[in-house]
């Protein structure tokens, strides 16, 4: 299917374990972010991604980590999971073309740390 | 450093009447503006955008906005709203330049239409 997806929409799991969010897209978008959105926080940026094996941090990115082996795929570890990071992960991604920044949402991931 | 505020975090309103969501931001560099609207357990889709030109910029489902530069705003309107505009919306805007297509959100505006 064409777009952008994310994998698993629902995870629940516990405190101390690792998990990890999966990203996927289909346009070859240069540019792949995630964001987490809690209630009274809009979306904050945790990571983004302007090519393959280019990363950097975004306004929250404490406690995650990321990786961009290929252009398409953009995947969000966070590698001890606690409860303050329950809450609802969005991906995106955007050509980055000149004048036109905007950006396609996936689904998102509801993430529930026990 | 870019900032957005959405000046209303909850807006109810009655079905076919004019609506209003405000948002202002702050910027040092010339920017992009978007308006996206999230419905619920879904992400986030795009409604308009200011890139350029005319300041009156028109979106999907009826919805247009003005850029306004001299007072920062981007408001969000629509003449005669529907039940299923309820949905929670936000504004962000993209620096350009060397921003790597980044967008920096609103907190978020969640408008209620009743019927």
């Known amino acids: 299917d064409a777009g952008i997806t994310q994998s698993p929409r629902y995870k629940i799991t516990e405190t101390g374990r690792q998990v990890t969010l999966m990203c996927h897209q289909t346009?070859?978008?240069?540019?792949m972010f995630w964001y987490r959105q809690d209630l009274g926080h809009g979306l904050r940026l945790i990571y983004y991604s302007a090519a393959a094996d280019i990363t950097d941090k975004g306004e929250v990115p404490d406690g995650y980590v990321v990786s961009r082996s290929k252009t398409e795929n953009f995947p969000l570890t966070l590698e001890s999971a606690t409860r303050s990071q329950t809450s609802v992960y969005f991906c995106?991604?955007?050509?980055?073309?000149?004048?036109?920044?905007?950006?396609?949402f996936g689904p998102g991931t509801r993430l529930t740390v026990t | 450093a870019q900032s957005v505020t959405q000046l209303d975090s909850q807006v109810p309103v009655f079905e076919e009447a004019p609506v209003e969501l405000r948002c202002n931001y702050s910027?040092?560099?010339?920017?992009?503006l978007f308006w996206y609207v999230q419905y619920p357990n879904q992400g986030l889709q795009l409604l308009l955008k200011y890139l350029s030109g005319s300041t009156l910029v028109k979106g999907i489902n009826g919805f247009e906005a003005e850029f306004n530069k001299s007072q920062t705003s981007f408001h969000l309107r629509k003449p005669s709203v529907h039940i299923s505009d309820t949905a929670e919306y936000f504004c962000?805007?993209?620096?350009?330049?060397?921003?790597?297509?980044?967008?920096?959100f609103g907190q978020g505006t969640i408008l209620t239409v009743h019927p």
């Open positions: 910027s040092s560099v010339s920017v992009y």
């Open positions: 962000a805007l993209n620096a350009g330049g060397t921003s790597y297509g980044k967008l920096t």
């Open positions: 995106a991604s955007t050509s980055g073309t000149p004048f036109n920044y905007e950006q396609y």
């Open positions: 346009w070859s978008h240069s540019y």
